[in-house]
C-alpha cells in the first residue's frame, strides 16, 4: 500500500501561480511513490478569497490529514494555514517533512523557479 502524504504549501494571494506549483508538488510526491492529498485543489471550486468558503476548504483539508502518514511541507513561506496544518500534525503526531527544492529537481529534473 502507498503511503499517503498530505501536500502543505501556499494557496492564498496568487492562487493561480500556487496551483501551478502545488500541481508540481504533486508529481514529485507521485514520481516517489506515494498516494498524494492535495486539498489545494478545493481552489477549482470554492472562492478563497471569500472567509466562509476558505473555512470549508480548510476544514475539509484538515479531516484528510487524519488519514495521512505524513505531511509533506513545500515552498520557503509558512502561511497561517500551514501553521494550522502543522500544528495539527504535531498533535497527532503524524510526521513532517520538508521538501526542498534540490529534492525535487533531482526527482523531475530542471531547473529552480
Same mark, same amino acid.
Given at each position: 500500500m502507498m503511503k499517503k502524504v498530505y501536500i502543505c504549501s501556499p494557496l492564498g494571494g496568487d !492562487?493561480?501561480?500556487?496551483?501551478?506549483?502545488?500541481?508540481?508538488?504533486?508529481?514529485?510526491?507521485?514520481? $516517489?511513490?506515494?498516494?498524494?492529498? !492535495?486539498?489545494?485543489?478545493?481552489?477549482? $471550486?470554492?472562492?478563497d478569497n471569500k472567509s466562509n468558503e476558505r473555512e470549508i476548504g480548510m476544514a475539509a483539508g484538515l479531516s484528510l490529514l487524519w488519514f495521512c502518514d505524513e505531511l509533506w511541507v513545500f515552498g520557503n513561506t509558512v502561511t497561517e494555514g500551514m501553521k494550522s496544518e502543522i500544528q495539527f500534525c504535531k498533535n497527532l503526531n503524524i510526521r513532517i517533512k520538508s521538501i526542498r527544492e534540490?529534492?525535487?529537481?533531482?526527482?523531475?529534473?530542471?531547473n529552480a523557479k
Amino acid at each position: 500500500m502507498m503511503k499517503k502524504v498530505y501536500i502543505c504549501s501556499p494557496l492564498g494571494g496568487d !492562487v493561480a501561480h500556487n496551483l501551478e506549483q502545488i500541481r508540481r508538488y504533486t508529481r514529485f510526491a507521485l514520481m $516517489c511513490g506515494t498516494a498524494p492529498v !492535495v486539498p489545494h485543489f478545493y481552489a477549482l $471550486c470554492l472562492d478563497d478569497n471569500k472567509s466562509n468558503e476558505r473555512e470549508i476548504g480548510m476544514a475539509a483539508g484538515l479531516s484528510l490529514l487524519w488519514f495521512c502518514d505524513e505531511l509533506w511541507v513545500f515552498g520557503n513561506t509558512v502561511t497561517e494555514g500551514m501553521k494550522s496544518e502543522i500544528q495539527f500534525c504535531k498533535n497527532l503526531n503524524i510526521r513532517i517533512k520538508s521538501i526542498r527544492e534540490k529534492e525535487i529537481r533531482k526527482v523531475l529534473g530542471g531547473n529552480a523557479k
